[in-house]
């Protein structure tokens, strides 16, 4: 160490300066190197989206996510909540009706023990589903442009034995 500093103290005046700057611009090139190269989807991922959240019935959800309750009991679902019910006979109601771009709020109650997958025909709305076993469950969502959807239980040959229904959307 002390013969490198004593071979910079013997450098001209004019070579010292040299080394600084080749030293300073060393420093920008591997600043810069870094800085260009960073991958630009670390910054992406930095930079991440709040999701947009909705006030329904059952509470708030996420407008481009909604996701199924957990079971849900008698006592914590409001009036305003859509209450279907179904069974190996069909859904009840099988018909309702909802405003055009409002939160709404559906629960869905298993009257048996069975399995019942509710689902609308519609690619709309394809990511509402609500999934039960002898439970309450329920979902929120924003509805869709007015027109009429058709809701079903997609387990095979539940549709077929008549678990069917439309949601008019006005």
């Known amino acids: 160490m002390t013969d490198f500093k ?13 080394l600084i700057i080749a030293v300073v611009l060393i420093i920008i090139g591997i600043n810069s190197i870094i800085y260009f190269n960073w991958p630009r989807e670390k910054e ?5 989206e709040e999701p947009v959240i909705a006030m329904a019935p059952l509470g708030e ?14 006592a914590e679902i409001s009036e305003e909540v859509i209450q279907l019910t179904v069974s190996s006979t069909g859904f009840e109601p099988k ?3 909802v405003k055009t771009g409002q939160p709404i709020s559906l629960t869905l109650t298993s009257l048996n023990k069975g399995t019942h997958i509710l689902k609308f025909d519609s690619p709309e709305l394809e990511r509402i589903q609500i999934a039960i076993a002898g439970t309450t469950r329920g979902i929120s969502f924003i509805a869709p442009d007015a027109g009429d959807y058709v809701f079903f239980c997609s387990i095979p040959g539940h549709r077929e034995s008549g678990e069917e229904g439309i949601m008019h959307v006005k």
């Not at 992406?44 to 991440?48: G, P, R, T, V």
């Open 61 to 74: 959800f996420e407008i481009e996510n909604p996701k199924m309750t957990v079971p849900l009991k008698k």
């Open 95 to 97: 018909e309702f009706t």
């Open 44 to 48: 992406a991922q930095l930079i991440e």
């Open 6 to 18: 004593f071979q910079i103290a013997k450098l001209k005046p004019n070579s010292k300066r040299i």
